[in-house]
């Protein structure tokens, strides 16, 4: 069965502070899709990056970069230089491509409550 | 509107009441999934639809729950017989195909809260 850890609970950082967000997950699927998705305050479910499992190459969006290791199975998120908007609670997910009559269900870690302080 | 739009916003109803949960989702998209977020269970999925049918319900906590899709767009979920375990922020989400790699796009969700 799939299953998403993400280890960290809450983190708490000082404004342009480095912050790193872990990501476990376990699969026996070959191909899969990782998210990271983010969850401000007000409630919504804001989607961030996809990675195919085919595709290990790091990303980078601005202050934010993720790092999608197989070997490790971990899909790490990294903010750069923090900043109080992105206080929020971020969740991992993973969709595995063969889950028949679920569709691609997303399967979700218990999320990470990071809180910038400023 | 652009958005996956969920109805109403907040729900507050007694101990054995009957309740109805609207998602509409993206124009365009054939997928549409329910979740439920509660404190002591995270971030469950309770079924997903593809067009007007829904191949799997075992997501779903019990019999009291169903949900059904009409013309491939909007989507209620009804509880019946509400109990207090039932109180949870519920999610729905849409993509535009059933694919793996396709983003889920999430409403603001409704917050249950049972009496």
């Given at each position: 069965a799939q299953k998403v850890t993400q280890a960290q609970t809450e983190i708490s950082v000082v404004e342009k502070e480095d912050v790193t967000?872990?990501?476990?997950?376990?699969?026996?699927?070959?191909t899969y899709y990782l998210f990271w998705y983010k969850q401000p305050p007000s409630g919504e479910l804001v989607f961030l990056i996809r990675r195919n499992s085919f595709d290990e190459q790091n990303e980078i969006s601005g202050r934010y970069s993720w790092n999608f290791q197989k070997s490790t199975s971990s899909?790490?998120?990294?903010?750069?230089?923090s900043q109080v908007v992105d206080s929020a609670v971020y969740f991992c997910a993973l969709?595995?491509?063969?889950?028949?009559?679920?569709?691609?269900?997303?399967?979700?870690?218990?999320?990470?409550?990071l809180m910038v302080k400023p | 509107g652009a958005g996956v739009s969920q109805s109403p916003s907040n729900k507050v109803t007694e101990k054995g009441k009957d309740v109805e949960l609207r998602c509409d989702p993206i124009s365009g998209h054939t997928a549409l999934y329910w979740y439920r977020q509660?404190?002591?269970?995270?971030?469950?999925?309770l079924i997903y639809f593809q067009?007007?049918?829904?191949?799997?319900?075992?997501?779903?906590?019990?019999?009291?729950?169903?949900?059904?899709r009409t013309g491939g767009s909007v989507s209620t979920l009804t509880i019946q017989r509400t109990q207090q375990e039932d109180s949870a922020v519920y999610l729905?989400?849409?993509?535009i195909s059933r694919g793996g790699n396709q983003p889920q796009h999430f409403g603001d969700g409704t917050r249950l809260s049972i009496l």
């Open positions: 967000l872990d990501c476990v997950y376990e699969t026996r699927d070959t899909f790490n998120f990294t903010i750069t230089a969709s595995e491509a063969s889950h028949g009559n679920a569709g691609n269900m997303l399967t979700f870690g218990g999320g990470t409550r | 509660s404190l002591g269970q995270g971030l469950e999925f067009g007007n049918s829904a191949p799997d319900k075992s997501g779903l906590p019990s019999d009291r729950f169903s949900a059904e729905c989400a849409s993509s």
